[in-house]
């Protein structure tokens, strides 16, 4: 099989600030994998969870070596690219873009959408949430006005953690609750912003104003020692993120959390999310599917998996004003994958 790497650059429509810092544009790459005149198609993005970081170049730089090694198989000889891939120990959001791309190859070559080559229904699909970052009350406000004027908004994701304390967070929150439809649900997502006195005192807050769940409240390198504390004490459910990678990471956290966030940029792709919602399923945990700065190509990809999911946050390519590709579509909130063979983005 041939393989093609290339690079785009995607900006933001309002850029996003979250406890780590702000993101206004990224460079992301696109992998083309052709084999028997069909294309298959990956997307892999760059992020930071703090600990860790896949910025563009490393990505880049580890999809050129390990081409090569690739060229030799056929997209349906998954099990040994696997192998090949995690013996190379390249970032996971190169194995990702390559694993997608055969996903979408072998859709391709069946004729058909992923969902249903695995026997999914898109009915069972939730609608997503759209991102507030972290902003003061009055700018808070106008991008729920934002969202409102392009997307029907039916769930809000407010990015907390400031810099600025808990109380800066309330009211940030306060003000989003005052500008949204009063029937709009709100979820959080901390990043790590916040320490286990903070975590304990916000998740006792959050419940009293109608906040669902808690996403990752405590920095991943405090989570094993300080999350089963705010486990006992915590009257919402607790979800993490950066402190999840791949399904080793699930069976440790399954006595301290409610859920976990599976993004295919952390899994290295649709084959270890699967296996993240199989796992997460048994340990009798929530699944979520999330993003990075990825594009419609991507969110598109984790739309085949969305079936499984009890809440979704695929809402990245939503906010970028020169998204290059079309694919899963937005219909009463939800996030939907089309009829098309493979990942069915164009």
């Known amino acids: 099989m041939q393989i093609d790497i290339q690079t785009f650059t995607v900006h933001k429509r309002f850029p996003?600030?979250?406890?780590r810092g702000t993101t206004a544009q990224t460079t992301n790459i696109l992998v083309k994998i052709q084999h028997e005149n069909i294309e298959g198609w990956g997307e892999a993005s760059p992020f930071s969870t703090g600990e860790k970081t896949q910025p563009t170049t490393i990505i880049q730089q580890a999809l050129q070596q390990i081409t090569p090694a690739l060229e030799k198989f056929s997209p349906l000889d998954r099990q040994q690219i696997e192998q090949l891939l995690t013996e190379s120990q390249i970032p996971?959001?190169?194995?990702?873009?390559i694993?997608?791309?055969l996903h979408d190859w072998v859709g391709k070559k069946v004729g058909l959408p992923l969902w249903r080559l695995w026997g999914l229904e898109r009915h069972r699909i939730v609608p997503?949430?759209?991102t507030i970052g972290i902003s003061t009350p009055e700018v808070a406000q106008q991008r729920v006005r934002n969202w409102l004027e392009f997307i029907d908004v039916r769930v809000l994701k407010l990015k907390l953690?400031?810099?600025?304390?808990?109380?800066a967070d309330q009211a940030m929150l306060m003000a989003v609750k005052e500008a949204a439809p009063p029937d709009t649900l709100l979820y959080v997502d901390a990043n790590g912003g916040w320490s286990l006195e903070d975590g304990v005192k916000m998740c006792d807050w959050l419940a009293t104003v109608g906040v669902v769940y808690v996403e990752q409240p405590l920095a991943a390198v405090s989570a094993m020692t300080d999350l089963p504390h705010l486990y006992e004490r915590s009257p919402l459910p607790i979800f993490v993120d950066e402190s999840c990678f791949t399904a080793q990471d699930i069976p440790p956290l399954a006595d301290r959390v409610h859920g976990i966030n599976i993004k295919l940029m952390k899994s290295g792709g649709l084959t270890e999310a699967m296996r993240m919602?199989?796992?997460?399923?048994?340990?009798?945990?929530?699944v979520m599917f999330g993003c990075y700065s990825d594009s419609c190509l991507a969110n598109t990809a984790a739309a085949q998996l969305a079936p499984f999911a009890d809440y979704l946050d695929l809402d990245s390519h939503l906010n970028l004003i020169d998204d290059p590709f079309t694919g899963a579509v937005m219909e009463k909130g939800r996030l939907l994958p089309n009829d098309l063979p493979g990942l069915g983005v164009k």
């Open 161 to 167: 953690g400031s810099s600025e304390g808990v109380e």
């Open 128 to 130: 997503i949430s759209v």
């Open 277 to 286: 919602v199989y796992v997460a399923k048994a340990c009798g945990l929530q």
């Open 99 to 101: 694993d997608i791309a």
């Open 92 to 97: 996971s959001a190169a194995r990702a873009a």
């Open 16 to 19: 996003l600030k979250i406890s």
